[in-house]
Structures are given as structure tokens and as C-alpha cells.
């Protein structure tokens, strides 16, 4: 089974060997139209005994990539797949099987079902932040709606992309599923290509170019976008429980997390408190209660490269400059793209941090009075990806889901909702078309066919048929009664 790296600098060659793929798994994609659920689901599970085989590898990778320690790479990279597979195997025959509907009284005599085909040839282009879990969720979806799939993993991680490939090349053929390694170069050139569908992960930025390329041949795309996530903290919440998952779900794989809490809406008169809390969580969670520097902390993350080291720097200088306060952090180490878990205050939307997505360590935190004023600034801001809320109050936390939009939220919790496989995952408007997870990834790379099977001989559609006399007339006249 071949599987080819493009790492020749011959744009030519590497629009060949794309093309060469793409047409492959064109043809073999007219033949996985017919396969079984049983059949689908032979594949997944080799695809689990391999990822429990390399499970050891995919740490090693990860951690020559960013630093990600072996514990949250089983967190954030191969648990959640392997639930994944674990709930599609459970519920495949169920989504496969064709879904019947009602059958209107002007249809007497027919019936409708919703048959669920595959769309054909698909894309997956997946980020550097969770490099395997994100390359390999959708790819399970995309074989279990029966598609081909071709898989550009992102250059920023070359290790868990390297492996991938090699796990990919053990299971399919790449008339099935190929893995193309490479840079932009590779993507843009994949994005030329009519495919089916494009399941991308990314920035909102480059989901508009990624959106571009598929309006050209009117693909259909899943886009997991970003954006920043807002959480807001009442003065009825649990202070002490809502720092710690707060620290957790924004320093988590060193705040370089879709869906990470952006920045904090916390009611004035419990700042100073939940500014304490989660100070005192970041030395408990990264710091063994303060006795070592976070820099000497197995688990700690770092920044992915050192363009994206500079960004984030940047974003802090710009900052600070224009007024914000570091209550906590702000420590670096260039040589090792580290940033110190830190806390910023007296933020402002003068500062670009308030409006690009932060996607690394820092914690902007501003207070409000009232918890209108907390809703009416989430909305100043284009839709996210999620929102938290932190309250006891039932009363505050529906007048915050009601009164803000985002692709999914949680209640006293941050980042779990996202583990839940029969809750749709993705965004909304910037920060997301389409969802995924559970039935909904299996919707995404299914074409939902309408079928309407017709009895033979005489039907009440016959009796519409022109020429449109009189008594047909009023006969079309007393349908009106029924729709």
C-alpha cells in the first residue's frame, strides 16, 4: 500500500502526484458506495488495534513537536478517537439505515425515506494544535458515511504528521485514504480538485480561503473555525470551582485550544477573589503548589513554533503599551517557545489582544456591573466557537444563553462539552459552518438523498394532470383544505 510524501520543491511534479491521488480515489469511491456497515466497521477497528499499538509513538511525537506531555496527549489526542470509534461501531447500522418519513394526505399511496449516501471524495485538512486527534476524528466520520478521504496534516507538527502517515499507510490503500505531507503548496493545490466535501480546522482567516476554493466547484465544506471564546463569571458562582477549570480549560495544551476561554467577563465586586483563585490554580496545576518554576513542569506545553511565539509576544507588548496590567506571568523563554501562564487586567478594545484570538497562555480579565452589560459585549464581538458561564443562578444562566449566540456553551465547566458525542460540535457564522461529532460528523460526509417510492397505475397526482378543465379545477381548488 502506497502513500506518497510530496516533499519535492517541483510545484509540477506535486500537481501531478495530487492529481494522480485525486483520481484514484474517484474511481474507488463508486465502489465504496456499496460497502456494508459491517464492512465499514472492519475498518475502524483495525484503525483502534492501531492506534492502541502506537499509542507510545504518538507521545513521543507529540512531545518532539510541542513539548505535549503523555498525559494530555491522551486527553487531547487519543482518548477522545478512540470514543469516537467506540460510538460510531455502537450506532453505524442505526445512521446507515434509511430513515422513513410521513407521507402528506395529497401523497396518498406513495411513501418517502431519507437514504444516507456517501458524498464521494473528501478532504480533510487538519491544524498543528491537536495534531492527530483533529487529523483522525473526521477521517473516522468520512469512512463511516463510506467516502474516500485524502488527509493534509499540518507541517507545524512534522513528527505526529510523519506518524500518521505511517498508521494511515498500515490500515488503507491510498485509493481509500491517502496522507499528503507538505506545506501551503499542498494545500492550495489540493484545493484546486473537485471534491465532495472539505472538512477543515482552522483559523477563520484561512477557513474564508479554504470557502473560496470550494465555492469554485460548489463543494460543500465543514469549516471548525475559532474566534474568541468568551466566559463570564456572576457573583453567585463558586469561586474556587470556577478558577480551577478556568486555569485548566485555558492553559490546557498552553492555551492553543479552538475553544479555550478567550478572556474573562468576571462581575466587579468578586474580581480581586477569582484573580486569587486562579493564581493559586496555575501554581497547583503547573507549579507543585508553587515550589518549582512552571518552565520545569513536565506538564506544561510549549508554543508550537517561534512565528507563533512572536505573535502571542506581540499581542502582550501591544498590551501593555497601551495601558494592560500583568498580574501573573509574563515570563518567557524564547529558546524554548515558553510563556508563562499569565493574567492581564485594565484590558481595553484599543488592544489587539481584545480582538485577534489569542490561542496561547495569556488571560485578559474585565470586570462589568451588571450581567447585561457582560452579554451586550459578547455581542460587539463576531459569533464564537464557545461560551462559558459560571453561576448558581438558573435565572443567569438562561439570560446569558438567550441573550448570546455561539456554537456550543457550558454551564459551570469549560471545554467538556466538546466530549459529549450526541451534542453537535462547531460554529457558528466567523466561527464555523456545519457540525460534527456522533450522528452529526456522519451527517457531514452524508448526503442526505430524498426518495419517494410511487405505487403504480392510478394516484391522486393523476388527478392534477392538464388539461385543466372545469371539474379539475375544482378539485385543485379543494386541495387548498389540505396544505
Known amino acids: ?14 500537481e501531478k502526484e495530487v492529481k494522480r491521488v485525486f483520481k484514484a480515489q474517484k474511481q474507488f469511491a463508486l465502489q465504496l458506495r456499496e460497502s456494508t456497515a459491517n464492512e465499514r466497521i472492519a475498518k475502524l477497528k483495525k484503525l483502534k488495534a492501531l492506534i492502541l499499538h502506537y499509542r507510545p509513538q504518538i507521545h513521543e511525537a507529540v512531545y518532539k513537536d510541542f513539548k505535549k506531555s503523555s498525559a494530555e496527549a491522551d486527553l487531547g489526542e487519543i482518548f ?12 453505524l447500522k442505526k445512521w446507515m439505515k434509511p430513515k422513513r418519513v410521513p407521507t402528506p394526505l395529497n401523497m396518498l399511496g406513495s411513501s418517502s425515506k431519507v437514504y444516507f449516501e456517501p458524498k464521494g471524495v473528501t478532504l480533510i485538512i487538519s491544524p498543528w494544535n491537536y495534531p492527530f486527534q483533529l487529523a483522525i476524528d473526521p477521517l473516522l466520520y468520512a469512512i463511516a458515511a463510506g467516502n474516500t478521504a485524502i488527509i493534509k496534516p499540518s507541517e507545524m507538527t512534522p513528527n505526529t504528521s510523519a506518524l500518521i502517515k505511517k498508521i494511515i499507510n498500515e490500515v488503507f490503500d491510498e485509493k481509500e485514504v491517502a496522507v499528503l505531507e507538505g506545506d501551503a503548496t499542498i494545500a492550495q493545490l489540493l484545493l484546486k480538485e473537485p471534491f465532495d466535501h472539505i472538512f477543515f480546522t482552522g483559523s477563520p482567516m484561512l477557513g474564508k480561503i479554504v470557502m473560496e476554493a470550494a465555492a469554485k466547484h460548489l463543494t460543500s465544506v465543514t ?16 469561586i474556587k470551582d470556577a478558577a480551577q477549570k478556568i486555569v485548566w480549560g485555558k492553559f490546557m495544551n498552553c492555551g492553543q485550544t479552538c475553544i479555550a476561554p478567550d478572556y474573562v467577563l468576571v462581575q466587579e465586586n468578586i474580581q480581586e477573589e477569582l ?9 497547583k496545576l503547573y507549579g ?25 509576544k506581540g499581542l502582550l507588548e501591544d498590551a501593555i503599551e497601551k495601558g494592560a496590567k500583568i498580574l501573573d506571568g509574563a515570563q518567557m523563554n524564547e529558546n524554548d517557545n515558553f510563556i508563562a501562564p499569565t493574567i492581564l487586567t485594565d484590558v481595553n478594545d484599543n488592544m489587539q489582544i481584545m480582538h485577534e484570538e489569542i490561542f496561547g497562555p495569556i488571560l485578559p480579565i474585565q470586570s462589568f456591573k451588571a450581567l447585561k452589560e457582560a452579554t451586550d459585549y459578547v455581542n460587539t464581538k463576531p459569533k464564537p466557537l464557545a461560551l462559558y458561564c459560571f453561576s448558581k443562578s438558573k435565572k443567569n444562566q438562561e439570560f446569558v444563553i438567550k441573550n448570546t449566540s455561539a456554537g456550543g456553551s457550558a454551564i459551570n465547566e469549560t471545554l467538556a462539552h466538546i466530549s459529549n458525542p450526541d451534542l453537535p460540535f462547531g460554529g457558528v457564522n466567523n466561527s464555523g459552518i456545519g457540525k460534527t461529532h456522533g450522528h452529526y460528523g456522519f451527517l457531514a ?6 426518495v419517494l417510492h410511487q405505487r403504480i397505475g392510478w394516484t391522486t397526482l393523476k388527478m392534477l394532470y392538464p388539461p385543466y378543465t372545469d371539474k379539475k379545477k375544482k378539485t385543485i381548488n379543494s386541495f387548498s383544505k389540505f396544505v
Open 1 to 14: 500500500m502506497s502513500n506518497p510524501t510530496l516533499s519535492t520543491p517541483d510545484t509540477a511534479s506535486l
Open 288 to 312: 507543585q503548589e508553587g515550589s518549582v518554576p512552571i518552565e520545569e513542569s513536565p506538564d506544561y506545553t510549549r508554543i508550537v513554533n517561534q512565528r507563533h511565539f512572536s505573535r502571542i
Open 223 to 238: 469549516l471548525e473555525l475559532g474566534g474568541k471564546s468568551p466566559t463570564i463569571v456572576d457573583e453567585t458562582t463558586d
Open 80 to 91: 477522545g478517537v478512540l470514543a469516537t470509534i467506540t460510538h460510531t461501531i455502537k450506532h
Open 445 to 450: 460526509f452524508s448526503n442526505e438523498r430524498a
Open 275 to 283: 484573580i486569587s483563585e486562579i493564581k493559586e490554580n496555575i501554581k
